[in-house]
């Protein structure tokens, strides 16, 4: 396992939180009195409503998400997420290894939907300066794809991993 992609995937995500953020400080002042509030992904046509402290809401939820996934570091065991059986589960080693693979999936999932979250805020962003005529679907939808795709290969991950101790 690599011995520093936790911590290097936890920095990434607290950049990206930490970008939402200033993102948002820094272009609320400087929108127009009437902002989009919300993209209707079905049509492309924005919510436009009255400037407010609203707009604050994504990289809000953000936080909040961001402080979930956290939390299922802690209260998530490995077995569960990566769906290996407990009773395939002998040694400490494993069980510490499968706790690591976990804490990289979950930092790597979380990096996709930190993605999510602030390419929806830019998009506002953009579109209430009418700098562009809407969101990348297929930047959009290629976020949600690998998400999806990330999390078989965590598992099979999880799988090779306990099949080489049984081995052992």
């Given at each position: 396992m690599r011995k520093y992609a936790v911590p290097l995937l936890l920095i990434g995500n607290g950049l990206l939180l930490a970008s939402a953020w200033i993102a948002a400080l820094y272009a609320f002042p400087r929108l127009p009195?009437?902002?989009?509030?919300?993209?209707?992904?079905?049509?492309?046509?924005p919510v436009v409503r009255e400037k407010s402290y609203v707009f604050y809401l994504y990289p809000l939820v953000q936080s909040l998400v961001f402080f979930v996934f956290l939390g299922l570091f802690r209260y998530l065991p490995p077995e569960k997420l990566l769906r290996v059986p407990s009773r395939r589960i002998v040694s400490d080693k494993i069980r510490r290894l499968l706790s690591e693979l976990k804490k990289e999936f979950i930092l790597m999932i979380l990096i996709f939907i930190n993605l999510v979250f602030i390419h929806i805020q830019t998009s506002l962003i953009f579109l209430a300066h009418r700098a562009e005529k809407g969101f990348n679907k297929l930047y959009f939808v290629s976020l949600f794809a690998i998400?999806?795709?990330?999390?078989?290969?965590?598992?099979?991950?999880?799988?090779?991993?306990?099949a080489k101790f049984l081995r052992m």
């Open positions: 009195e009437k902002i989009p509030v919300w993209i209707n992904f079905l049509k492309g046509i998400i999806i795709i990330l999390i078989p290969y965590y598992r099979f991950r999880a799988k090779l991993l306990a």
